[in-house]
């Protein structure tokens, strides 16, 4: 039998539509086509179908990002084994080894199970390092936290079959890596949520500083808590947020129970003054009563006898209103001139709470610590240093020629050579380094975990980044070089005498011809 032509399957498949009572999709008649044709079916690859799927797939570590670069690399050249093969890859349930061919195994569990030429397992997996790994596990949980108890479970199965005398090495590995998936996971999440937490924070700062516009204090303080917020944290950043919203906790209670304190006593000389007019408003219709009394007793007298008791009861009456009206002046004035002193009070408030301002250990031109600011640093890092036994590098440093700066190009560029020193200081500082303003022009570095050496070096950086960069005053470049002296804290020694032997230093910088560091 000769093999139909495709006009005539055409045709038949348009009867067979007919007599089936099939709608004339597409679909149906395809599927009638290659029935009378004998052509096997191939459902269509569902290319846009897997690309949306695809673009859906989250991408948060970099084995996800590579799987789905190789899942839309299978889906262009429409092959279903690039597809199941990525797919399977990026869900992490079989580990990358599908060139491995059947019956190998991996390095890691031949290395376990192959005997060695002396007839002893592979150092690599001793029960000693397999111990260490689940102490490496169990030093990370904390910092995992504890939500999920589906991944608690799956930890504790692992560090189970890791402390077992002679583990499963395989079936440990197994574990490990479906173990690393899940981990990958938590740690994402962990990520996300500090990265939520800090977004939720520094929306309040915003917040709060949105509503005190009035309280150019609270306001700077709000913007220092948000640079101080700013990642990368560390927990010396955080203790100084901590202090800092201390210090707005404690200003804004004192200001608020002033601010009502003054607010009662307003309420009360307010009521004062309208209980006084109440009085005044009585004594008056009383007294308009008394005069149109006396004033029919007159009309109706007939002889003088008559009309002088009335007259000396009209002179009383009327001192007596004088004589009250007089009082309630004297008090009016009186509330008057407590109001003012209640006005004024609240102005010196605000003006006391501008004077301590946004930041009560910062300094206000630089934002580096002030003296307050640095006794509080210098304390914290004494007590480190005595619990740690580590050392500790104290840098005392002076703009060189600064008071000719100020004569020749104004105060202006000295504030702008401070501030300029100050931001070049704290780029190239550690996040653990704490900056302070001395005084003037003086600047005092605490450089924690940092022996004497490196603290030199450390200053010498600095001058070397001074050099590179500029500011401009007006037209004109203004090169910076400052002199600084380093010591290191010795045993028993306060942090004062550690800041007076490197200014000690800083002087002998100074006449050694200036823009150097001297350590002692």
């Known amino acids: 039998m000769s093999e139909k032509k495709p006009f005539e399957i055409a045709r038949e498949t348009l009867k067979q539509l007919t007599a089936r009572k099939m709608a004339p999709t597409p679909a149906n008649y395809l599927m009638i086509y290659n029935e009378i044709g004998g052509i096997a079916v191939t459902p269509p690859f569902p290319a846009d179908t897997l690309r949306d799927i695809a673009q859906a797939l989250p991408v948060k570590t970099p084995g996800q990002q590579k799987q789905r670069g190789l899942l839309e690399y299978a889906i262009d050249r429409l092959n279903w084994d690039g597809v199941k093969t990525a797919l399977v890859a990026y869900g992490g349930f079989i580990p990358p080894q599908a060139d491995v061919p059947n019956g190998a195994v991996s390095s890691a569990s031949g290395a376990a199970a192959a005997p060695t030429a002396a007839g002893s397992s592979a150092p690599a997996l001793t029960t000693e390092f397999l111990t260490q790994i689940g102490r490496l596990i169990e030093y990370a949980q904390p910092a995992l936290g504890s939500d999920d108890p589906r991944f608690d479970e799956q930890t504790k199965a692992l560090l189970q079959a890791m402390r077992l005398p002679n583990a499963d090495v395989a079936g440990v590995k197994t574990l490990l890596s479906n173990y690393s998936h899940r981990l990958s996971f938590a740690a ?257 570095i605490l450089l924690p975990d940092t022996p004497l050496d490196k603290g030199v070096e450390a200053m010498t950086r600095l001058q070397r980044e001074l050099t590179k960069r500029f500011f401009m005053t007006g037209a004109e470049k203004v090169l910076i070089t400052f002199s600084a002296g380093v010591a290191q804290l010795a045993a028993e020694e306060s942090g004062l005498e550690a800041i007076k032997r490197a200014d000690q230093a800083m002087y002998l910088a100074k006449r050694a011809g200036k823009n150097r560091v001297v350590g002692v």
């Open 188 to 444: 994402e999440d962990q990520a996300e949520i500090k990265k939520t937490l800090l977004k939720l924070l520094h929306l309040v700062f915003e917040n709060i500083g949105d509503l005190s516009m009035d309280e150019q204090w609270l306001k700077g303080q709000m913007d220092a808590l948000m640079t101080a917020s700013t990642p990368p944290l560390t927990l010396r950043r955080l203790d100084d947020v901590e202090r800092r919203l201390r210090d707005v906790i404690f200003k804004q209670k004192d200001a608020k129970e002033r601010a009502l304190e003054a607010q009662k006593e307003m309420r009360q000389m307010l009521a004062s003054f309208i209980d006084r007019l109440s009085d005044m408003a009585k004594s008056t219709g009383s007294f308009h009563v008394k005069l149109e009394e006396n004033a029919r007793q007159i009309e109706q007298a007939k002889t003088l006898e008559e009309i002088a008791p009335v007259l000396k009861e009209v002179v009383s009456a009327t001192r007596h209103m004088a004589n009250e009206s007089k009082e309630s002046s004297e008090q009016l004035q009186f509330m008057r001139e407590r109001a003012s002193e209640t006005d004024a009070q609240l102005a010196r408030l605000h003006q006391e709470l501008d004077r301590v301002s946004a930041q009560a250990r910062h300094d206000t031109l630089t934002g580096a610590l002030n003296r307050k600011g640095l006794e509080e640093a210098i304390e914290r890092e004494l007590s480190s240093v005595r619990r740690k036994d580590t050392p500790l590098c104290v840098s005392m440093l002076d703009i060189d020629n600064f008071k000719k700066l100020n004569d020749t190009l104004g105060h202006a560029a000295g504030d702008q050579a401070l501030t300029h020193l100050s931001t070049v200081a704290r780029e190239c500082m550690r996040p653990q380094d704490t900056l302070a303003r001395y005084g003037g022009e003086e600047f005092v």
